[in-house]
């Protein structure tokens, strides 16, 4: 058994902007976990306040694993004075 886990492309969002992250699979299907947060299932709906790398981790098969990460960047809001 064999698979590869693809955490998706690194985003760019605004400060105060969700995003998606979603994780796809080929090969072996198993369960996904995402870090930081402990996120069961491919699909992962985040808010963070800061620039966060998160980690998909795959695990498949007879104790086999992958992991891939994306990167999400967030652009610090404007604050008018």
Do not use: M
Not at 8 to 22: K, M, R, S, Y
Not at 55 to 65: D, R, S
């Amino acid at each position: 058994a064999s698979a590869n886990i693809d955490a998706g492309p690194d985003q760019t969002i605004c400060f105060g902007e969700g995003a998606t992250l979603n994780a796809t699979v080929t090969g072996t299907p198993g369960n996904i976990i995402w870090q930081p947060g402990n996120h069961p299932g491919a699909t992962f709906n985040v808010n963070p306040i800061a620039s966060t790398t998160y980690v998909a981790q795959l695990t498949y098969g007879n104790n086999c694993f992958d992991s891939d990460s994306v990167r999400l960047t967030v652009i610090p809001g404007v604050t008018l004075s």
